[in-house]
């Protein structure tokens, strides 16, 4: 009988539902920051200023830009939390290329995809983090970094969005980066108050 205080595990359909649930709520908060011409930080910053830059539809980019990731992810990490969060990758990817099919916008004001979009992406981030798995790229980095230092993830991910957004001058008008810094601070502030470590004791 394991001990009072040991953490609930999450059954494997437990797991399969957040990574599901993930890519459907992460997916309209990127396609919300899409559809007002918007950017983050992160590996999905990268894939936004490609598919800027290029064309090339913003999930397939996303996946791609993930896969040197998997590696540190496989040995530093877990093989469990590698697996997870390749799926979760493919999944959001996936979602996001489908979500014109199904959703489209008539007209959205930038200040509300920019907040709107950062807290949901925040949710769909938290959702993964607490099964164990994450968006990948950098967020896998940080996630190891607040499992292994105690850094909180929210702090450490606005520090390199905060970079990231900042490459995007080349590409973007100033005003659309201001607005987009508005929407990395929704994103990070919602992982900083909701994601502590010590707070979540489920895996």
């Known amino acids: 009988m394991p001990p009072a205080n040991a953490p609930l595990r999450h059954s494997r359909f437990e797991d399969a ?3 599901v649930a ?3 709520v992460g997916s309209l908060g990127l396609g919300l920051l899409k559809e007002a011409g918007l950017i983050t930080g992160g590996t999905v910053g990268l894939a936004f200023l490609a598919h800027y830059a290029s064309g090339v539809s913003l999930g397939s980019l996303f996946f791609a830009i993930n896969v040197p990731f998997m590696a540190f992810a496989w040995f530093r990490v877990g093989h469990a939390f ?3 969060t390749l799926c979760a990758i493919a999944l959001l990817s996936l979602a996001t290329d489908l979500l014109p099919r199904v959703l489209s916008f008539g007209g959205i004001d930038p200040l509300y995809a920019a907040v709107m979009g950062g807290v949901l992406a925040g949710i769909a981030m938290i ?3 607490r099964h164990q798995a994450s968006l990948g790229g950098l967020n896998i980095v940080v996630h190891w970094l607040q499992e292994r230092f105690g850094w909180r993830a929210g702090y450490v991910q606005l520090a390199i969005d905060a970079a990231i957004i900042g490459t995007s001058l080349a590409l973007l008008p100033l005003e659309r980066i201001l607005v987009s810094l508005l929407g990395a601070a929704a994103l990070n502030l919602t992982l900083a108050i909701n994601h502590r470590p010590g707070r979540y ?3």
């Open 201 to 203: 004791m489920a895996v």
């Open 82 to 84: 590698a697996v997870k």
């Open 127 to 129: 959702i993964l983090f």
């Open 22 to 24: 993930a890519a459907l």
């Open 17 to 19: 539902q957040a990574l």
